[in-house]
Protein backbone atom coordinates (compact mmCIF):
# COMPACT_ATOMS: atom_id res chain seq x y z
CA UNK A 1 0.00 0.00 0.00
CA UNK A 2 2.78 2.55 1.06
CA UNK A 3 4.08 1.56 -2.57
CA UNK A 4 1.19 2.58 -3.83
CA UNK A 5 0.53 5.71 -2.22
CA UNK A 6 4.38 6.88 -3.02
CA UNK A 7 3.56 6.19 -6.56
CA UNK A 8 0.82 8.16 -6.25
CA UNK A 9 2.62 10.75 -5.20
CA UNK A 10 5.48 10.73 -8.10
CA UNK A 11 2.32 11.27 -10.75
CA UNK A 12 1.69 14.28 -8.59
CA UNK A 13 4.35 15.56 -8.89
CA UNK A 14 4.84 14.95 -12.42
CA UNK A 15 1.75 17.01 -12.96
CA UNK A 16 2.73 19.59 -10.98
CA UNK A 17 5.77 19.93 -12.07
CA UNK A 18 4.21 20.32 -15.93
CA UNK A 19 1.93 23.02 -14.72
CA UNK A 20 3.17 26.58 -15.11
CA UNK A 21 0.98 27.86 -11.68
CA UNK A 22 4.19 26.47 -9.99
CA UNK A 23 7.03 28.27 -8.74
CA UNK A 24 8.34 26.04 -6.28
CA UNK A 25 7.75 22.66 -5.76
CA UNK A 26 8.86 20.96 -2.26
CA UNK A 27 9.27 17.06 -2.22
CA UNK A 28 10.03 16.44 1.11
CA UNK A 29 11.71 13.25 2.70
CA UNK A 30 11.34 12.01 -1.26
CA UNK A 31 15.09 10.88 -0.64
CA UNK A 32 13.84 8.69 2.41
CA UNK A 33 11.66 7.00 0.41
CA UNK A 34 13.65 6.29 -2.65
CA UNK A 35 16.30 4.91 0.11
CA UNK A 36 13.22 1.99 1.13
CA UNK A 37 12.46 1.65 -2.17
CA UNK A 38 9.42 3.07 -2.12
CA UNK A 39 9.59 4.40 -5.37
CA UNK A 40 12.28 4.28 -8.43
CA UNK A 41 15.44 6.22 -8.74
CA UNK A 42 14.39 6.53 -12.67
CA UNK A 43 11.36 8.04 -11.37
CA UNK A 44 13.17 10.79 -9.23
CA UNK A 45 15.63 11.76 -12.15
CA UNK A 46 12.82 12.18 -15.08
CA UNK A 47 11.21 15.03 -12.33
CA UNK A 48 14.73 16.71 -12.28
CA UNK A 49 15.23 16.27 -15.85
CA UNK A 50 11.51 17.76 -16.72
CA UNK A 51 11.27 20.87 -14.17
CA UNK A 52 11.48 23.56 -16.32
CA UNK A 53 14.04 26.52 -15.54
CA UNK A 54 11.36 28.87 -13.56
CA UNK A 55 10.76 26.51 -10.85
CA UNK A 56 12.84 25.83 -7.73
CA UNK A 57 12.73 21.71 -7.12
CA UNK A 58 13.21 21.06 -3.22
CA UNK A 59 14.04 17.38 -2.54
CA UNK A 60 14.45 16.85 1.05
CA UNK A 61 15.15 13.81 3.57
CA UNK A 62 18.58 11.85 4.13
CA UNK A 63 20.06 9.46 2.04
CA UNK A 64 20.07 11.27 -0.99
CA UNK A 65 21.38 9.40 -4.32
CA UNK A 66 24.79 10.52 -5.60
CA UNK A 67 22.85 10.40 -9.02
CA UNK A 68 20.32 13.20 -7.24
CA UNK A 69 23.24 14.86 -5.95
CA UNK A 70 25.23 14.99 -9.33
CA UNK A 71 22.01 16.35 -10.83
CA UNK A 72 21.35 19.44 -8.51
CA UNK A 73 22.40 22.86 -8.20
CA UNK A 74 21.85 23.01 -4.34
CA UNK A 75 23.17 20.06 -2.01
CA UNK A 76 22.64 20.50 2.17
CA UNK A 77 23.49 18.33 4.59
CA UNK A 78 22.15 18.97 8.24
CA UNK A 79 23.07 17.62 11.35
CA UNK A 80 21.50 17.58 14.82
CA UNK A 81 23.17 19.34 17.16
CA UNK A 82 20.37 20.24 19.87
CA UNK A 83 17.26 18.99 19.48
CA UNK A 84 14.43 19.10 22.62
CA UNK A 85 13.91 15.23 21.89
CA UNK A 86 16.91 14.72 23.71
CA UNK A 87 14.97 16.43 26.81
CA UNK A 88 12.03 14.22 26.94
CA UNK A 89 9.81 16.59 24.82
CA UNK A 90 7.55 14.84 22.48
CA UNK A 91 7.49 15.33 18.44
CA UNK A 92 4.92 17.97 17.62
CA UNK A 93 2.63 18.55 14.48
CA UNK A 94 3.73 20.88 11.92
CA UNK A 95 7.41 21.34 13.43
CA UNK A 96 8.82 17.86 13.58
CA UNK A 97 6.08 16.19 11.47
Do not use: C
Not at 50 to 60: A, C, F, G, Q, Y
Not at 84 to 91: A, C, M, N, R, W
Amino acid sequence: MDIDFAQLAINKAHEILTDSDYDIVILDEINVALEWNLIKLEDVLDLIKIKPSKVELVLTGRYAHPKIIELADYVTEMREVKHPYTKGVKSRDGIEH
